[in-house]
């Protein structure tokens, strides 16, 4: 007997918005080995649409708090961002706002764990 295999398909709806704000305040430290990152404290994750938004994203983010890229991909709009607490959820704020004020993004609910 056969088994089905599902496939998983991403697709990318039109339209321009912060999908993912959120800020881990204490991360484990297997977490930074596992990114490939080096520890530096809290760690911002945000994803755009579209994907090349990433790249405003984080100079927005690097100007905004004294946060340091933990990683950057414009290919999927993924970016991380470390520093303390405080300044990662300045950071993370800072993206949010002046998309959505600025370029009109729908912004995102930022969260916090």
């Known amino acids: 007997m056969e088994q089905e295999r599902s496939r998983v398909i991403q697709e990318f709806v039109p339209g321009k918005q912060v999908t993912l704000a959120h800020v881990i305040a204490n991360p484990d430290e297997m977490l930074y080995t596992k990114l490939g990152i080096k520890e530096a404290g809290a760690i911002g994750i ?21 946060v340091e890229l933990g990683f ?3 290919f999927t709009g993924s970016l991380i961002v470390v520093g303390d607490v405080s300044a990662v959820e300045m950071a993370v704020e800072a993206v949010n706002t002046v998309l959505s004020q600025k370029l009109r993004f729908t912004p995102a609910l930022v969260t916090k764990s």
């Open 72 to 74: 950057l991909d414009r």
């Open 46 to 66: 945000l994803t755009l649409t579209p994907t090349e938004t990433a790249i405003i994203a984080a100079d927005i983010a690097t100007k905004a708090a004294s």
